[in-house]
């Protein structure tokens, strides 16, 4: 009775599981791996990908997907570098008027796809693909295809500032990027898990039709979903940029891809329905630790790819083949 509970309890923590057996893996292939300094550095490089995940999670209980956040984040992200350029960026109320910014582009985008899914009923696919090519467009368009310089410094400290400066660390150990990341996701989290539009989307993603035939406007929380989604990417779109002090129209170019994996990874449902934003970091710690812990080992990028690449086709073979035992 007890190695039953164990398995079961292993089976639906298998994503964890594969998390600490990654990190002791990697903490025996390399030294470095589990040094203080490596660890705020695999947090950090983890939460642009948590912002486009947390935002996905939403579409893809929907039932849909969204493969336009990478460019929706190059897009907002170069909007906010050269809206940069023109203000005075030595005070706080500067930096929140570029993640505004950045947020009203992101949102508008995530909107206009919202609309063309749920009141033109594009498939989101090729909606979102259709978005990934016009938004990239436009961000070379905007820039002549050259990156935004000439940010005052003080631009970087939104996505590469550090706290807690030391004579050990000079530059600072806490990354400040990861307090903004743990306030969004945070907000997401609950506003999935704790409201009635969170429970409006879970209804939604499971059977549209039982949940317009109880009352909600399924159209609606899709089209709210969608705008969150482009809301979190432009928020890690003009992070991005302040850690490169620059607008680069050529930005988180396939981020797309490790959000989705990162979602998939954490458990949330490509036919809908299931999933969580919480659950969902899971996965972002997955591939951020596999990213990381092969940079360690000086395993090629391209390597890289292809690993996380097996992933996403293993996690939609689970899910599928969970799905068909439910049926």
């Not at 009775?1 to 639906?12: F, G, L, S, T, V």
């Not at 599981?17 to 660890?39: D, G, H, K, Q, Y």
Request: glycine share 10%.
């Amino acid at each position: 009775m007890e190695k039953e509970r164990i398995k079961k309890m292993a089976k639906n923590n298998m994503v964890i599981v594969f998390l600490v057996l990654l990190c002791l893996t990697f903490c025996l292939a390399t030294s470095t791996f589990l040094t203080m300094r490596n660890i705020m550095n695999l947090i950090s490089q983890m939460c642009i990908n948590a912002l486009l995940a947390s935002g996905l999670t939403f579409v893809i209980i929907l039932g849909g997907i969204d493969i336009a956040v990478g460019s929706t984040a190059a897009f907002a992200g170069v909007i906010a570098a050269m809206v940069g350029l023109v203000l005075p960026l030595n005070n706080f109320i500067a930096a929140v008027v570029l993640i505004v910014v950045a947020i009203i582009v992101g949102g508008l985008a995530g909107l206009f796809t919202g609309v063309m899914v749920t009141k033109l009923h594009v498939v989101p696919m090729i909606c979102t693909l259709a978005m990934m090519v016009i938004l990239r467009g436009l961000t070379y368009v905007v820039t002549g295809g050259t990156a935004v310089y000439g940010l005052p410094s003080s631009f970087s400290m939104l996505g590469a500032g550090r706290l807690f400066h030391s004579e050990t660390y000079p530059n600072g150990i806490f990354p400040i990027i990861v307090i903004f990341t743990v306030i969004v996701i945070s907000a997401m989290h609950i506003l999935l898990s704790k409201t009635v539009f969170g429970r409006h989307v879970y209804a939604s993603g499971s059977n549209p039709e039982v949940a317009r035939l109880s009352g909600i406007n399924v159209d609606k929380v899709n089209i709210i979903s969608y705008t969150l989604c482009g809301i979190t990417a432009a928020f890690g779109g003009v992070l991005v940029a302040s850690k490169l002090q620059n607008g680069q129209p050529a930005a988180c170019t396939g981020y797309e891809m490790y959000a989705i994996a990162s979602t998939v990874l954490g458990g949330t449902s490509l036919t809908g329905g299931s999933g969580s934003v919480g659950r969902a970091m899971y996965g972002c710690a997955i591939i951020a630790v596999i990213n990381n812990g092969m940079n360690l080992m000086h395993i090629s990028s391209y390597w890289q790819q292809v690993v996380v690449g097996l992933i996403i086709l293993l996690a939609v073979i689970v899910d599928l083949n969970s799905k068909i035992k439910k049926d």
